[in-house]
């Protein structure tokens, strides 16, 4: 995916451990966005940033935070990992206003 | 914002044209259509989005009705590489509103040789 980059691609992970995914573009996008995908759900929205320092809620929030501390990265820790917390995990960026976002490649997180 | 309805599975005949449904009956005035496919393990791609016009880019087609409770999108020329899951949105993707989309399950579309 031109300019996104998730890493890492794989994790396994235990219950109760801090869990850190990274999402990096290229592309001097506003807005950055972190997605989980399950089985028979379509795409949730866990957190979203606007600009850098500037993060809010998505609709499955709980037991996620997020931080932007520079443009390029957006970071979204797993605080207390849980086997519900198993998913594909997907970032996205854009630019602005009502155009697509450009997703990653995904993250696949189990929890053990 | 509004929920969409598409069938679960379609097939299509490769170099056909595929013609994906999409009913959205409770779309508001400033909502728009979206369409995105998701190939299997990849990320979700955008495809098209329109508001009430039709619209056509180098990927695809969008027919919107003049009601705007429906919408089709359609791959003129179907290949292999179109086999994915195609998710229809309505809403907006600005950011604070973001958060109210549904991604619903989509259509699976094979392309069959």
């Known amino acids: 995916d031109a300019g996104i980059t998730q890493s890492p691609r794989h994790k396994v992970t235990e219950t109760g451990t801090p869990v850190t995914l990274r999402c990096h573009q290229t592309?001097?996008?506003?807005?950055m966005y972190w997605y989980r995908q399950d089985p028979g759900h379509g795409l949730r929205l866990i957190h979203y940033s606007y600009g850098v320092k500037d993060t809010d809620k998505g609709e499955v929030s709980d037991g996620y935070s997020v931080s932007r501390s520079k443009t390029e990265d957006f970071l979204l820790t797993l605080e207390s990992a849980t086997s519900s917390q198993t998913s594909v995990y997907f970032c996205a960026i854009s630019e602005r206003g009502q155009g697509g976002y450009t997703f990653g490649s995904g993250t696949r997180l189990t929890v053990v | 914002d509004a929920k969409t309805t598409q069938p679960t599975s379609m097939d299509c005949a490769e170099g056909r044209a595929a013609n994906l449904p999409c009913n959205h009956s409770t779309i508001s005035g400033n909502e728009y259509v979206y369409w995105y496919r998701q190939i299997h393990s990849q990320g979700p791609q955008y495809i098209i989005h329109g508001l009430k016009n039709n619209e056509t880019n180098e990927m695809a087609s969008l027919i919107i009705t003049e009601d705007r409770k429906s919408s089709t999108l359609i791959l003129p020329h179907a290949t292999l590489r179109d086999t994915a899951v195609y998710y229809c949105?309505?809403?907006?993707?600005?950011?604070?509103?973001?958060?109210?989309?549904?991604w619903g399950l989509g259509t699976s579309l094979a392309v069959n040789p």
């Open positions: 592309e001097n996008h506003r807005y």
């Open positions: 949105i309505v809403g907006t993707f600005q950011a604070g509103n973001n958060r109210k989309l549904i």
